[in-house]
């Protein structure tokens, strides 16, 4: 009798080390998906990306360094949106156009 007691009460601890277990479980679960929301929310309240920008000199009143396409893996952090004509009218001016993404290509500027 004494055995049948013990190993009941060994099979009971178990049942609530697994289900302390299982509760920290579904906790890491619902912290993993509470995170992934909040990724998911920045992302989709993230701006556009413009269709052109400006890159900017290291003092921010110093003029463009160069015109890239909007999204432009060689742009930097110091970027800023313009248009399409802001775009033209810097090409024009003798801003220089990223040798990546070509951005005179893209918006059909002929040096002339």
């Not at 060994?10 to 619902?30: G, K, N, P, S, Y």
């Not at 999204?71 to 930097?76: I, L, S």
């Not at 952090?77 to 040798?99: M, N, Q, W």
């Amino acid at each position: 009798m004494n055995d049948f007691g013990s190993r009941l009460n060994m099979l009971r601890f178990l049942e609530r080390v697994q289900i302390a277990d299982l509760e920290r479980t579904r906790r890491w679960i619902a912290e993993e998906e509470r995170k992934q929301s909040e990724r998911q929310r920045g992302i989709d309240a993230r701006p556009p990306t413009p269709d052109w920008v400006f890159e900017r000199g290291l003092n921010r009143d110093s003029p463009p360094v160069a015109v890239h396409v909007g999204g432009c893996h060689m742009a930097g952090k110091r970027t800023k949106p313009i248009s399409r004509d802001t775009a033209l009218r810097a090409l024009a001016e003798g801003v220089a156009a990223c040798t990546h993404c070509r951005p005179d290509r893209e918006l059909g500027f002929v040096d002339g």
